[in-house]
């Protein structure tokens, strides 16, 4: 059969999602197979960007945190700054015009976007229809225990950004999951590490370590994939080295690594690891680089995971 629209329309964004679904009983719209495509498109367009959002909003976190004259109750605020998003009295919230500023530096005319300034932090700002739509998306979750990927409209990020009902899965997802980090924040942020491992050689690499006695196999499987993905971690986050600390540096030094800027590879580790439920200290483990034949080979063999 010849169909009017392809996988590739949708790719180079000639049609959107709702287009698709406003046909469904159109046979000669779109394939079954081309559609199994989109979606699967989709799902992995909105993890990446749900990632960078709540990155995004950790880094803001962070940057409220080094500012704020009020350190201890940091948390706290941020805590009834995410109810308030989700469930406070917009009326009650403070509003402020924004000016796209880069518009004006070619247009006469600008956008002037009017949003709420949601206490009691003040740094989360939303219009009031995309605060609504970010409410409704957290109660669909809420009913469902799912995120609508399909909301993924179209794989042209610019255009993307358009559609609020996107936005609202968006931020909805990342305010959600950055709540419930929160919740078992223990008074110190970090940056991890860089890598150019595939997120599926670290999930494999994670199982055959956990095999291997090096962590524990209880380990969020997430978690420590994002060690790996310059993430910013809690720190009741860190991940628990069960083996000698030699067996640890023999780990980093074999692995292809990038840090932050300005913040050594051990004082990287020594913020993402404790070994054996303690703190590490980065010159300790520097030095500790006499790992036994026994465990040099069995991580050695746990690293082929990242490497087939």
């Known amino acids: 059969m010849q169909f009017q629209y392809t996988y590739e329309d949708w790719k180079e964004g000639r049609i959107l999602w709702n287009s698709i679904l406003s046909h469904t009983f159109d046979s000669d719209y779109i394939s079954e ?3 199994i495509k989109i979606e699967k498109d989709q799902r992995l367009i909105f993890k990446d960007m749900a990632k960078h959002t709540e990155k995004s909003v950790h880094q803001t976190f962070i940057k409220d945190y080094r500012s704020s004259k009020e350190i201890n109750s940091i948390a706290r605020r941020w805590f009834e700054t995410i109810d308030n998003l989700f469930s406070g009295d917009l ?15 070619t247009e006469t005319q600008v956008n002037i976007d009017v949003v709420c300034v949601i206490p009691p932090v003040g740094s989360i700002q939303f219009n009031k229809r995309l605060i609504q739509l970010i409410r409704e998306a957290k109660e669909e979750y809420e009913n469902t225990h799912t995120w609508n990927h399909n909301f993924v409209q179209t794989p042209i990020i610019n255009d993307l950004r358009n559609h609020q009902d996107f936005l609202a899965e968006l931020y909805a997802n990342a305010y959600t999951n950055f709540s419930k980090r929160l919740r078992r924040y223990g008074g110190m942020t970090t940056n ?17 370590l956990s095999k291997a006695g090096f962590i524990d196999s209880r380990i969020d499987t997430e978690l420590f994939v994002k060690i790996f993905d310059e993430y910013l971690l809690l720190q009741t986050e860190r991940m628990n080295w069960l083996e000698s600390l030699d067996s640890l540096h023999y780990l980093i030094d074999s692995l292809s690594l990038t840090t932050p ?12 690891f404790i070994i054996k439920g303690k703190e590490i200290d980065s010159d300790n483990l520097r030095k500790a680089n006499r790992c036994s ?6 991580l050695t063999q746990c690293l082929q995971s990242l490497v087939e």
Do not use: H, M, P
Not at 91 to 105: H, K, P, R
Not at 192 to 208: A, M
Not at 261 to 272: K, L, Y
């Open 91 to 105: 009326n009650s919230f403070e509003e402020t015009e924004i000016v796209d500023l880069e518009q004006g530096l």
């Open 33 to 35: 197979e081309c559609q």
């Open 293 to 298: 034949t026994a465990l040099s080979q069995k």
């Open 192 to 208: 991890t590490f860089g890598s150019g491992y595939e997120e599926f050689s670290l999930r494999r690499f994670k199982v055959d």
């Open 261 to 272: 800027e300005g913040i050594g590879v051990w004082d990287t580790v020594s913020n993402c």
